[in-house]
Protein backbone atom coordinates (compact mmCIF):
# COMPACT_ATOMS: atom_id res chain seq x y z
CA UNK A 1 0.00 0.00 0.00
CA UNK A 2 1.33 3.67 -0.80
CA UNK A 3 0.72 6.81 1.01
CA UNK A 4 -0.09 9.96 -0.80
CA UNK A 5 -0.31 13.94 -0.20
CA UNK A 6 -2.10 16.51 -1.93
CA UNK A 7 -1.64 20.11 -1.40
CA UNK A 8 0.08 23.69 -2.67
CA UNK A 9 3.45 22.61 -4.30
CA UNK A 10 5.32 24.53 -1.99
CA UNK A 11 3.97 22.45 1.27
CA UNK A 12 4.24 19.50 0.34
CA UNK A 13 7.45 18.69 -2.04
CA UNK A 14 9.18 18.24 0.80
CA UNK A 15 7.39 14.76 1.04
CA UNK A 16 8.98 13.84 -1.64
CA UNK A 17 12.47 12.79 0.30
CA UNK A 18 10.50 10.52 2.46
CA UNK A 19 9.31 8.36 -0.48
CA UNK A 20 5.48 9.86 -0.18
CA UNK A 21 3.77 10.49 -3.78
CA UNK A 22 3.52 13.68 -3.82
CA UNK A 23 0.33 15.28 -6.07
CA UNK A 24 0.35 19.22 -6.13
CA UNK A 25 -3.12 20.38 -6.55
CA UNK A 26 -4.33 24.01 -5.70
CA UNK A 27 -7.85 23.78 -7.69
CA UNK A 28 -11.07 22.28 -6.11
CA UNK A 29 -11.48 20.35 -9.08
CA UNK A 30 -8.08 18.90 -9.59
CA UNK A 31 -8.00 18.17 -5.74
CA UNK A 32 -11.52 16.18 -6.23
CA UNK A 33 -10.20 14.71 -8.83
CA UNK A 34 -7.09 13.56 -7.32
CA UNK A 35 -8.68 12.24 -4.34
CA UNK A 36 -11.41 10.05 -6.11
CA UNK A 37 -8.20 8.34 -8.52
CA UNK A 38 -6.02 8.07 -5.52
CA UNK A 39 -8.82 6.15 -3.36
CA UNK A 40 -9.35 3.92 -5.85
CA UNK A 41 -5.62 3.31 -6.57
CA UNK A 42 -4.36 1.48 -3.33
CA UNK A 43 -3.42 3.89 -1.11
CA UNK A 44 -3.22 3.67 2.30
CA UNK A 45 -3.07 7.16 3.74
CA UNK A 46 -3.94 10.81 1.73
CA UNK A 47 -2.42 13.40 3.95
CA UNK A 48 -3.87 16.40 2.45
CA UNK A 49 -3.22 20.09 3.37
CA UNK A 50 -5.42 21.71 5.49
CA UNK A 51 -5.88 24.44 2.62
CA UNK A 52 -6.75 21.83 0.61
CA UNK A 53 -9.02 19.75 2.43
CA UNK A 54 -11.41 22.54 3.44
CA UNK A 55 -12.24 23.13 -0.33
CA UNK A 56 -13.36 19.65 -0.74
CA UNK A 57 -15.57 18.30 2.17
CA UNK A 58 -17.75 16.23 0.69
CA UNK A 59 -15.12 14.33 -0.87
CA UNK A 60 -13.27 13.26 2.24
CA UNK A 61 -16.61 12.85 3.89
CA UNK A 62 -17.61 10.34 1.17
CA UNK A 63 -14.36 7.69 2.39
CA UNK A 64 -15.25 8.21 6.21
CA UNK A 65 -16.68 5.00 6.28
CA UNK A 66 -14.65 2.89 4.51
CA UNK A 67 -11.35 2.05 6.72
CA UNK A 68 -8.58 2.80 3.56
CA UNK A 69 -7.65 5.80 2.61
CA UNK A 70 -7.61 7.58 5.53
CA UNK A 71 -7.49 10.95 3.98
CA UNK A 72 -5.72 13.05 7.05
CA UNK A 73 -5.70 17.44 7.09
CA UNK A 74 -2.17 18.10 8.04
CA UNK A 75 -1.26 21.88 8.42
CA UNK A 76 0.52 23.14 5.60
CA UNK A 77 3.27 25.93 5.57
CA UNK A 78 1.17 28.44 6.33
CA UNK A 79 0.71 26.88 10.33
CA UNK A 80 -2.46 25.47 11.27
CA UNK A 81 -5.53 26.55 10.61
CA UNK A 82 -7.56 24.04 12.99
CA UNK A 83 -9.12 22.03 10.53
CA UNK A 84 -8.04 18.65 11.87
CA UNK A 85 -8.84 19.84 15.60
CA UNK A 86 -11.97 20.60 14.62
CA UNK A 87 -12.20 16.99 13.04
CA UNK A 88 -11.34 15.60 16.27
CA UNK A 89 -14.08 18.12 18.22
CA UNK A 90 -16.72 17.03 15.33
CA UNK A 91 -15.53 13.20 15.86
CA UNK A 92 -16.09 14.00 20.08
CA UNK A 93 -19.43 15.58 19.73
CA UNK A 94 -20.92 12.99 16.98
CA UNK A 95 -20.22 9.67 19.11
CA UNK A 96 -20.37 11.08 23.07
CA UNK A 97 -23.29 13.99 22.08
CA UNK A 98 -21.29 16.49 23.75
CA UNK A 99 -17.65 18.52 23.56
CA UNK A 100 -16.22 17.25 26.63
CA UNK A 101 -12.41 18.54 26.67
CA UNK A 102 -12.30 21.03 24.01
CA UNK A 103 -13.83 24.15 26.46
CA UNK A 104 -10.90 25.82 27.71
CA UNK B 1 -47.79 6.45 21.20
CA UNK B 2 -50.18 4.93 18.04
CA UNK B 3 -51.10 1.80 17.75
CA UNK B 4 -50.17 -0.71 15.29
CA UNK B 5 -52.80 -1.33 12.43
CA UNK B 6 -53.25 -5.25 12.75
CA UNK B 7 -56.29 -7.37 13.52
CA UNK B 8 -56.84 -7.90 17.24
CA UNK B 9 -56.80 -11.96 17.11
CA UNK B 10 -54.92 -14.34 19.17
CA UNK B 11 -52.76 -15.50 16.16
CA UNK B 12 -51.46 -11.57 16.02
CA UNK B 13 -50.99 -11.34 19.68
CA UNK B 14 -48.53 -14.51 19.68
CA UNK B 15 -46.34 -12.78 17.20
CA UNK B 16 -46.46 -9.67 18.73
CA UNK B 17 -45.34 -10.63 21.73
CA UNK B 18 -42.70 -12.84 20.10
CA UNK B 19 -41.49 -9.57 18.28
CA UNK B 20 -41.49 -7.46 21.78
CA UNK B 21 -38.97 -10.58 23.02
CA UNK B 22 -37.06 -10.40 20.03
CA UNK B 23 -36.69 -5.63 19.91
CA UNK B 24 -36.14 -5.91 23.69
CA UNK B 25 -33.08 -8.38 23.92
CA UNK B 26 -31.47 -6.22 20.91
CA UNK B 27 -32.24 -3.13 22.55
CA UNK B 28 -30.32 -4.37 25.29
CA UNK B 29 -27.69 -5.64 23.21
CA UNK B 30 -27.40 -2.38 21.04
CA UNK B 31 -27.26 -0.16 24.43
CA UNK B 32 -24.13 -2.83 25.62
CA UNK B 33 -22.35 -1.99 22.12
CA UNK B 34 -22.85 1.34 22.32
CA UNK B 35 -21.53 1.40 26.09
CA UNK B 36 -18.57 -0.20 25.42
CA UNK B 37 -17.48 1.44 22.08
CA UNK B 38 -17.90 4.77 23.78
CA UNK B 39 -15.36 3.51 26.64
CA UNK B 40 -12.80 2.70 23.83
CA UNK B 41 -13.69 5.84 21.79
CA UNK B 42 -13.09 7.95 25.08
CA UNK B 43 -9.70 5.73 25.66
CA UNK B 44 -8.76 6.53 21.56
CA UNK B 45 -9.42 9.96 21.74
CA UNK B 46 -7.52 11.82 23.98
CA UNK B 47 -3.99 9.95 22.50
CA UNK B 48 -5.73 11.08 19.35
CA UNK B 49 -5.66 15.03 20.41
CA UNK B 50 -2.60 14.84 22.13
CA UNK B 51 -0.68 13.12 19.06
CA UNK B 52 -2.23 15.44 16.33
CA UNK B 53 -0.95 18.66 18.76
CA UNK B 54 2.43 17.04 18.72
CA UNK B 55 2.31 16.30 15.03
CA UNK B 56 1.27 19.53 14.58
CA UNK B 57 4.04 21.27 15.86
CA UNK B 58 6.45 18.85 14.67
CA UNK B 59 5.77 19.26 10.58
CA UNK B 60 5.11 22.91 11.53
CA UNK B 61 8.65 23.06 12.33
CA UNK B 62 9.92 21.08 9.28
CA UNK B 63 7.72 22.96 7.20
CA UNK B 64 9.20 26.13 8.12
CA UNK B 65 12.31 24.59 7.03
CA UNK B 66 11.65 23.52 4.03
CA UNK B 67 10.65 27.59 3.22
CA UNK B 68 13.56 28.49 4.62
CA UNK B 69 15.50 25.75 2.64
CA UNK B 70 13.51 27.22 -0.62
CA UNK B 71 14.89 30.67 -0.11
CA UNK B 72 18.56 29.92 -0.27
CA UNK B 73 17.67 27.49 -3.39
CA UNK B 74 16.67 27.55 -6.83
CA UNK B 75 12.77 25.80 -7.14
CA UNK B 76 14.96 23.53 -10.04
CA UNK B 77 17.58 22.86 -7.95
CA UNK B 78 15.21 21.84 -4.67
CA UNK B 79 13.04 19.80 -7.25
CA UNK B 80 15.89 18.24 -8.06
CA UNK B 81 17.74 17.09 -4.95
CA UNK B 82 14.17 15.62 -3.71
CA UNK B 83 13.61 13.17 -6.91
CA UNK B 84 15.28 11.01 -5.17
CA UNK B 85 13.75 9.68 -2.08
CA UNK B 86 16.60 9.88 1.15
CA UNK B 87 14.46 7.48 3.24
CA UNK B 88 12.58 4.21 1.90
CA UNK B 89 9.88 2.87 4.22
CA UNK B 90 7.26 0.36 3.47
CA UNK B 91 3.58 -0.07 5.12
CA UNK B 92 1.71 -2.62 6.19
CA UNK B 93 -2.14 -2.31 6.29
CA UNK B 94 -4.01 -4.70 7.97
CA UNK B 95 -8.05 -4.73 9.54
CA UNK B 96 -8.33 -4.30 13.40
CA UNK B 97 -11.62 -5.05 14.67
CA UNK B 98 -13.25 -2.71 17.14
CA UNK B 99 -16.76 -3.90 18.13
CA UNK B 100 -17.44 -5.37 14.44
CA UNK B 101 -16.22 -1.92 13.13
CA UNK B 102 -13.42 -2.72 10.51
CA UNK B 103 -10.75 -0.45 11.28
CA UNK B 104 -7.38 0.08 9.82
CA UNK B 105 -3.89 -0.90 11.24
CA UNK B 106 -1.16 0.27 9.91
CA UNK B 107 2.44 -0.48 10.52
CA UNK B 108 5.19 1.11 9.28
CA UNK B 109 8.46 -0.47 8.58
CA UNK B 110 12.02 1.44 7.49
CA UNK B 111 14.08 -0.07 5.02
CA UNK B 112 17.59 -0.17 4.98
CA UNK B 113 19.09 2.30 2.77
CA UNK B 114 22.33 2.24 1.39
CA UNK B 115 23.60 5.34 0.80
CA UNK B 116 24.65 7.99 3.59
CA UNK B 117 21.79 10.25 4.98
CA UNK B 118 21.29 12.88 2.26
CA UNK B 119 20.40 11.30 -1.27
CA UNK B 120 21.67 14.45 -3.33
CA UNK B 121 25.16 16.04 -3.65
CA UNK B 122 26.66 18.99 -1.56
CA UNK B 123 27.15 21.38 -4.32
CA UNK B 124 23.78 22.84 -5.57
CA UNK B 125 22.09 22.12 -1.64
CA UNK B 126 21.93 24.30 1.27
CA UNK B 127 22.21 23.17 5.14
CA UNK B 128 18.97 23.85 5.52
CA UNK B 129 17.75 21.50 3.35
CA UNK B 130 19.34 18.72 5.17
CA UNK B 131 17.68 20.36 8.27
CA UNK B 132 14.29 20.30 6.82
CA UNK B 133 14.50 16.75 5.33
CA UNK B 134 15.74 15.38 8.37
CA UNK B 135 12.68 17.46 10.30
CA UNK B 136 10.28 15.78 8.00
CA UNK B 137 11.93 12.21 8.16
CA UNK B 138 11.16 12.59 12.30
CA UNK B 139 7.65 13.55 11.69
CA UNK B 140 6.61 10.62 9.58
CA UNK B 141 6.10 7.68 12.01
CA UNK B 142 3.78 10.11 14.25
CA UNK B 143 2.05 11.34 11.18
CA UNK B 144 1.53 7.50 10.02
CA UNK B 145 0.41 6.71 13.64
CA UNK B 146 -1.80 9.67 13.83
CA UNK B 147 -3.90 8.69 10.02
CA UNK B 148 -4.25 5.10 11.84
CA UNK B 149 -5.93 6.55 15.08
CA UNK B 150 -7.20 9.13 13.47
CA UNK B 151 -9.29 6.81 11.01
CA UNK B 152 -9.71 4.79 13.50
CA UNK B 153 -11.87 7.43 15.55
CA UNK B 154 -13.72 9.02 12.89
CA UNK B 155 -14.99 5.47 11.94
CA UNK B 156 -15.55 4.78 15.94
CA UNK B 157 -17.77 7.98 16.21
CA UNK B 158 -19.89 6.99 12.92
CA UNK B 159 -20.80 3.32 14.29
CA UNK B 160 -21.47 4.81 17.62
CA UNK B 161 -23.58 7.48 16.46
CA UNK B 162 -25.37 4.73 14.31
CA UNK B 163 -26.02 2.22 16.95
CA UNK B 164 -27.75 4.81 19.46
CA UNK B 165 -29.85 6.14 16.38
CA UNK B 166 -31.13 1.93 16.42
CA UNK B 167 -31.15 1.66 20.28
CA UNK B 168 -33.11 4.55 20.74
CA UNK B 169 -35.53 3.96 17.64
CA UNK B 170 -36.06 0.90 19.78
CA UNK B 171 -36.49 2.30 23.15
CA UNK B 172 -38.48 5.52 21.73
CA UNK B 173 -40.65 3.77 19.35
CA UNK B 174 -40.60 0.24 18.49
CA UNK B 175 -41.07 -1.01 21.88
CA UNK B 176 -43.30 1.01 23.28
CA UNK B 177 -45.46 0.52 20.11
CA UNK B 178 -45.36 -3.05 20.28
CA UNK B 179 -46.46 -2.99 24.35
CA UNK B 180 -49.14 -0.65 23.45
CA UNK B 181 -50.42 -3.23 20.39
CA UNK B 182 -50.18 -6.01 22.78
CA UNK B 183 -52.35 -4.35 25.17
CA UNK B 184 -54.76 -3.27 22.46
CA UNK B 185 -55.53 -6.89 21.23
CA UNK B 186 -55.74 -8.12 24.70
CA UNK B 187 -58.11 -5.66 25.69
CA UNK B 188 -60.43 -6.24 22.56
CA UNK B 189 -59.91 -10.04 23.05
CA UNK B 190 -61.28 -9.55 26.69
CA UNK B 191 -64.09 -7.52 25.69
CA UNK B 192 -65.08 -9.95 23.07
CA UNK B 193 -65.06 -12.76 25.99
CA UNK B 194 -67.34 -10.90 28.21
CA UNK B 195 -69.55 -9.73 25.38
CA UNK B 196 -69.75 -13.66 24.43
CA UNK B 197 -70.77 -14.33 27.89
CA UNK B 198 -73.26 -12.12 28.81
CA UNK B 199 -74.82 -13.13 25.49
CA UNK B 200 -75.14 -16.88 27.28
CA UNK B 201 -76.33 -15.87 30.16
CA UNK B 202 -79.09 -13.52 28.51
CA UNK B 203 -80.04 -16.58 26.12
CA UNK B 204 -80.04 -18.95 29.39
CA UNK B 205 -83.04 -16.71 30.86
CA UNK B 206 -84.78 -16.63 27.58
CA UNK B 207 -84.48 -19.69 27.33
CA UNK B 208 -85.81 -20.25 30.95
CA UNK B 209 -88.46 -17.57 30.66
CA UNK B 210 -90.03 -19.40 27.32
CA UNK B 211 -89.75 -22.63 29.48
CA UNK B 212 -91.88 -21.32 32.18
Do not use: W
Request: glycine share 6%; charged share 30%.
Amino acid sequence: MKIGVIGDRQSVQGFAALSIDVYPATSERNIKRLINTLAKDRYAIIFITEQAASLVPETIEKYNTSPFPAIIPIPGNQGSMGVGQETIRRNVEKAIGTNIFFDE
Amino acid sequence: MAVLRVNPTRMELTRLKKRLAVAVRGHKLLKDKRDEMVRRFMELIKGNKRLRESVEAELGVALRSFLGASLTMSPEDMEVALLYPSKRFKVHVAKNNIMSVDVPKIEYEELESNHSTYPYGMINTTGEMDVAVDRLAEALPGLIRLAELEKTCNMLADEIEKTRRRVNALEYVMIPQLEETIRYITMKLDENERGNLTRLMKMKELMKQAEG
